[in-house]
């Protein structure tokens, strides 16, 4: 392998990141409130008669949309969560 090959891309300055870090921040904590109200609905429907299998994937996709920005926002991931990229899958469970 030559040296090329080794060269990571060149970072973003910091101030680009420093704003992105600041509008991810507000998607954060709007995530997070959606994310409540999902888990409080899912608690009325599972008390009443079954959870929402729909209301199960989008709180999974909730969860690792919020996973995705608190590895950005910590400096653990360059990559961009949406709305620069994807939206996470929320159709598959996560093994721990």
Do not use: C, H
Request: aromatic fraction near 10%; avoid cysteine.
């Amino acid at each position: 392998m030559n040296d090329e090959m080794l060269k990571l891309p060149p970072p973003r300055k910091l101030w680009v990141r420093a704003l992105l870090m600041i509008l991810l921040a507000a998607a954060f904590q709007l995530a997070a409130s959606v994310l409540l109200f999902v888990a409080v609905l899912q608690l009325i429907l599972a008390a009443t008669s079954a959870s929402n299998a729909r209301l199960q994937e989008l709180g999974r996709s909730l969860g690792r949309y919020l996973a995705q920005i608190a590895e950005f926002e910590s400096f653990g991931s360059e990559a961009l969560p949406f709305p620069f990229s994807a939206w996470p899958p929320g159709n598959s469970r996560i093994s721990l």
